[in-house]
């Protein structure tokens, strides 16, 4: 049993505003929706001006997302909950679904997780087919030339979405590239749209992805999968035809995970 001195040293030892700061993550992710400042400051018994900094912080740590007068958790506490778990990936439970669609296509699927300006993979099954670029989990890509950037992104507001595209400054990398801002928030509102996003040779020529995003039970996007192949075997549309219903049925199993969790 700790005394009282001992427990007043203690507590002395300890940073008030972290405690305060992980309180305020604690309530965003009890609403997943997104608080607006004045809601944070209420739950937290916080002032507006206290409040505001450690939103801000989050903010800028890339813990957290605002959207107008709206913050949200950010996908970023997924990387630190990767580190944690270690061995026992969070996405293994993904992986028989993953496996499926890369055994039906003999084509690599790959999960992902939006990390500021990039893509982090999580997840990766791959194929006997051999693809020019080297991807393993923890590789990280531009998320504003790869399918899974774009669907990850699509999953934010326009006002986060206009800035993502300002950030990312677009450049051709091949004759294919988007290489204005507008152009990728556009391509990104599309996928938003339609509920996928293909990606045609602009990371790489001779290179093509379809990805589709996986969703919390809140309907927020965590995640995405995709399917990369060659140009030389499938053509666009033979994605779309092949591809995108195999991997829109195992994003709703991941899915379904999460709902029961």
């Known amino acids: 049993m700790i005394g009282a001195d001992e427990s007043t040293e203690r507590q002395g030892d300890l940073v008030g505003s972290l405690q305060k700061g992980l309180g305020v993550m604690e309530i965003l992710a ?3 929706g997104g608080m607006t400042l004045t809601e944070a400051a209420e739950q937290a018994d916080l002032t507006r001006a206290g409040a505001r900094r450690l939103l801000l912080t989050l903010v800028a740590a890339g813990y957290a997302t605002q959207d107008g007068r ?3 958790l950010s996908p970023k506490l997924l990387t630190l909950a990767r580190s944690w778990v270690g061995d026992s990936s969070l996405w293994t439970f993904a992986e028989p679904f993953m496996r499926r669609v890369s055994e039906a296509l003999n084509e690599s699927c790959s999960a992902a997780i939006l990390s500021d300006l990039d893509v982090v993979y999580v997840a990766r099954v791959g194929s006997t087919r051999i693809l020019s670029v080297a991807l393993h989990v923890g590789t990280r890509l531009p998320a504003w030339c790869t399918s899974m950037g774009r669907v990850l992104v699509a999953g934010q507001g326009d006002g986060e979405i206009n800035a993502f595209a300002a950030r990312s400054m677009p450049s051709a990398l091949t004759p294919k590239s988007i290489t204005t801002p507008t152009a990728l ?3 990104i509102r599309q996928a938003r749209t339609h509920g996928y996003a293909l ?3 602009e990371l790489e020529l001779g290179l093509r992805s379809i990805a589709v995003p996986i969703h919390d039970r809140s309907g927020h996007t965590v995640a995405a999968i995709n ?4 140009a030389s075997r499938h053509s666009v549309a033979s994605m779309k035809r092949e591809m995108l219903p195999l991997l829109k049925d195992a994003a709703r199993d991941i899915e379904n995970y999460f709902v029961v969790q």
Do not use: G, I, K, L
């Not at 399917?227 to 060659?230: A, D, F, K, Y």
């Open 227 to 230: 399917v990369s192949t060659q």
């Open 30 to 32: 009890a609403n997943p």
């Open 199 to 201: 990606v045609d040779e």
């Open 70 to 72: 709206q913050f949200r």
């Open 185 to 187: 928030a556009e391509a």
